[in-house]
């Protein structure tokens, strides 16, 4: 059975950073596309970064050069850094498993990234 647990949202000022964590259980990340995807209210899920085995990554238009995803293969986690944040970065982040160009069928709960000051 898989399982994505999130950790690591909250409340940033503009200009601020976060590190996001997605502990897996159940799926492999190094031998699996894994990535993050974000829900803003009234909007729809949209893809903040994913990232595949070896060095294979993908990230949305919105966040390239803010943000990056790596992943800890011994922990088994994936993480997103959260660089330069902006009011408009803020929605609930998801964690999701066995996809790189298009989400997997794995989801996490979410955690919520508010920016504001």
């Known amino acids: 059975q898989v399982q994505l647990v999130e950790s690591g949202g909250g409340l940033v000022q503009p200009g601020g950073s976060l590190r996001l964590s997605c502990a897996a259980s159940?799926?492999?990340?190094?031998?699996?596309?894994m990535g993050w995807y974000r829900q803003a209210p009234g909007k729809q899920r949209e893809l903040v970064a994913a990232i595949g085995p070896g060095v294979v990554t993908n990230y949305g238009d919105s966040v390239k050069g803010r943000f990056t995803i790596s992943r800890d293969n011994a922990k088994n986690t994936v993480y997103l850094q959260m660089n330069s944040l902006k009011p408009e970065d803020t929605a609930v982040y998801y964690c999701?498993?066995?996809?790189?160009?298009?989400?997997?069928?794995?989801w996490g709960q979410g955690t919520q990234v508010t920016v504001s000051s």
């Open positions: 999701n498993a066995g996809g790189i160009w298009r989400p997997g069928n794995y």
């Open positions: 159940g799926v492999i990340v190094s031998i699996n596309g």
